[in-house]
Antibody
Framework: QVQLQESGPGLVKPSETLSLTCTVSGGSISSSSYYWGWIRQPPGKGLEWIGN???????FYNPSLKSRVAISVDTSKNQFSLRLSSVTAADTAVYYC?????????????WGQGTLVTVSS | AIQMTQSPSSLSASVGDRVTITCRASQGIRNDLGWYQQKPGKAPKVLIYGASSLQSGVPSRFSGSGSGTDFTLTISSLQPEDFATYYCLQDYNYPLTFGQGTKVEIK
């Protein structure tokens, strides 16, 4: 059974770059069955899709973040990563990584447990 | 981007009640819609995909319907473990967009 686990700093200073990694276990990140995605949730608020990546490197980003976001995949480590540059307090959120089925119908499953990233000096 | 308007934003209900949550898309999305349940401090969990298909392991009291722009999640008989926040998600096209969420609380 595929499981995901986020890791990375819980505190990032304003204007710096947020970097998170999601480790995939119980399966291969190179599986053609999944896209790998990031979703975030500010405290007390709703969910926002950040972007997806396929194991080949094909990416899709939310236009609201596109100029600041980059998602990459490292197949040798069975990991994919999120980088969000020039962060502000508005980027404070719980960040989830998730697998999304690659073939319609689509859904997100599994999910990581989430990691809180606070942007503060 | 497709906007997903979910209603109500919150509701109070009793155990055993029938609960209905709706989601409206700003343009047609065929049946490319999922419903997710989120409990406090936990990651969301998929309940319904393809507007009406029940995810494996999800109780049959959950059902989804709709196509095009109007969708519904129904809980036929609310159970104590169903008190949570529910989100719809359109995956018809990018950017993927969630509804604002519906918090189901105990009356």
């Amino acid at each position: 059974q595929v499981q995901l686990q986020e890791s990375g700093p819980g505190l990032v200073k304003p204007s710096e770059t947020l970097s998170l990694t999601c480790t995939v276990s119980g399966g291969s990140i190179s599986s053609s069955s999944y896209y790998w995605g990031w979703i975030r949730q500010p405290p007390g608020k709703g969910l926002e899709w950040i972007g997806n990546i396929y194991y080949s490197g094909t990416t899709f980003y939310n236009p609201s973040l596109k100029s600041r976001v980059a998602i990459s995949v490292d197949t040798s480590k069975n990991q994919f990563s999120l980088r969000l540059s020039s962060v502000t307090a508005a980027d404070t959120a719980v960040y989830y990584c998730a697998g999304r089925t690659a073939v319609t119908p689509n859904w997100f499953d599994p999910w990581g447990q989430g990691t809180l990233v606070t942007v503060s000096s | 981007a497709i906007q997903m308007t979910q209603s109500p934003s919150s509701l109070s209900a009793s155990v055993g009640d029938r609960v209905t949550i709706t989601c409206r898309a700003s343009q047609g999305i065929r049946n490319d819609l999922g419903w997710y349940q989120q409990k406090p401090g936990k990651a969301p969990k998929v309940l319904i995909y393809g507007a009406s298909s029940l995810q494996s392991g999800v109780p049959s009291r959950f059902s989804g319907s709709g196509s095009g722009t109007d969708f519904t999640l129904t809980i036929s008989s609310l159970q104590p473990e169903d008190f949570a926040t529910y989100y719809c998600l359109q995956d018809y096209n990018y950017p993927l967009t969630f509804g604002q969420g519906t918090k189901v609380e105990i009356k």
